[in-house]
């Protein structure tokens, strides 16, 4: 089932994907002025994909590339001949289906290739704009989503929970920072996130999540600079490797936090 809900005037669609017998993961998609934000990963497609058709979307948007912000976007191109935008930077990746690994795709199901087209500074709607934020760090591509006159904002994953146990390889703590701190500059109350949905103290929560990285940040340097190798300091700190680490062969571990910062 996929539960539809407004929130003044963003429409929410929230799925669950079950994780392997260990528990359910949430997955958001919003629809704000015939702008649809992500569209939930290809498992749920026969879920999320009615009531995406019963809904105006004019237009899809991407946070980024991954499969579970994009699994639907090829079929909701097919059926309602909708522009689907994304980052220049993930244009390329778009355009071929997606090479996965075996647990993603158990758990998100596959990408299908599409034709996207580019972000500019802004996407204008009928009733208001959306203004386009670079925040990599969680991925190259990675967007935020802006409405400055209502003050909410679409997340994707950047916020997702205010501290973290694992990242994804090629997952940038450094620079997950500098997004966070590039959205604080911002007015914004609400936010809307991929995984943790309507969040009503988003700047608080935006905060304490940049606090949080920060602190760790500062932990892990003071530690590499005693001469701890990087499994020292990622036992102190995290302890035993969980069991995301083992499932996702590493690709989704606490190690790619602790690396991340000591390169940056
Ligand atoms: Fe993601």
């Known amino acids: 089932m996929v539960k539809v809900k407004d929130h003044r005037e963003v429409r929410t669609f929230r799925g669950k994907v079950s994780f392997f017998g260990m528990g359910t993961l949430k997955t958001f998609a919003f629809l704000w002025d015939g702008n649809l934000v992500d569209t ?13 058709l019963d809904s105006p979307v ?13 699994g639907n976007a090829a079929r909701l191109q097919m059926e309602m001949k909708v522009p689907v935008f994304a980052d220049p930077g993930a244009l390329d990746l778009l355009r071929r289906d997606a090479g996965l690994p075996f647990y993603r795709r158990y758990i998100w199901g596959k990408r ?5 087209v580019p972000y500019g500074e ?15 760090g969680h991925s190259q591509d990675h967007v935020c989503l802006l409405n400055r006159r209502e003050g909410f904002i679409f997340t994707g994953d950047l916020f997702v929970t205010p501290g ?18 590039r959205l ?81």
């Open 58 to 70: 004019r237009r899809v948007l991407l946070t980024h590339f991954h499969e579970d912000h994009s």
């Open 122 to 136: 802004a996407v204008d709607s009928e009733n208001g704009r959306l203004e386009v934020i670079k925040t990599p």
């Open 184 to 264: 604080l500059q911002e007015d914004f109350e609400t936010l809307y996130c991929a995984h943790a949905g309507v969040v009503e103290k988003g700047r608080e929560m935006v905060e304490k999540k940049l606090a949080y990285l920060e602190e760790l940040s500062e932990r892990v340097l003071g530690m590499h600079r005693q001469g701890l190798s990087s499994r020292e300091i990622n036992r102190k700190i995290f302890g035993k490797a969980q069991m995301l680490d083992y499932i996702s062969l590493g690709e989704w571990s606490s190690r790619h936090i602790i690396s991340s910062i000591i390169k940056g």
């Open 40 to 52: 939930g990963p290809g498992t749920l497609e026969r879920k999320f994909l009615p009531a995406f």
């Open 164 to 181: 973290i146990r694992a990242a994804m390889r090629g997952e940038s703590v450094p620079e997950i920072i500098r997004s966070l701190k």
């Open 112 to 116: 299908r290739k599409l034709e996207p």
